[in-house]
Nanobody, 120 residues
């Protein structure tokens, strides 16, 4: 399975971005996918995850009410809509599969990461 993350950029606090994670390879459309982020000097942390059907989603407490994960199965793409961005959201964002959990060690496949920078 190959994962391609995109959509990062520089945005002012209070702004929005939408990240995309395109999956390819055998079985990729049936994988649950998670988003993680990692800021310099910090551990990789869970952001959100979604089941293969899209019927089950989880969001970290730090992003609840601001970020929304969704997927378009026909396009084999998972999205992370990020609203009301804060400077503390600045990090490299990674998508991973397969899984719904918050422990990055349980995921086997990782995208290359996309940088999100929020200015104050």
């Amino acid at each position: 399975v190959q994962l391609q993350a995109s959509g990062g950029g520089l945005v002012q606090a209070g702004g929005s971005l939408r990240l995309s994670c395109a999956a390819s390879g055998r079985g990729s459309s049936s994988y649950a996918i998670g988003w993680f982020r990692q800021a310099p000097g910090k551990e990789r942390e869970f952001v959100a995850s979604i089941s293969w059907s899209g019927g089950i989603t989880y969001h970290a407490d730090s992003v609840k009410g601001r970020f929304t994960i969704s997927r378009d199965s026909a396009k084999k793409t998972v999205y992370l809509q990020m609203n009301v961005l804060k400077p503390e959201d600045t990090a490299a964002y990674y998508c991973a599969a397969p899984g719904l959990g918050s422990d990055p060690r349980t995921y086997s496949f990782w995208g290359q990461g996309t940088q999100v920078t929020v200015s104050s």
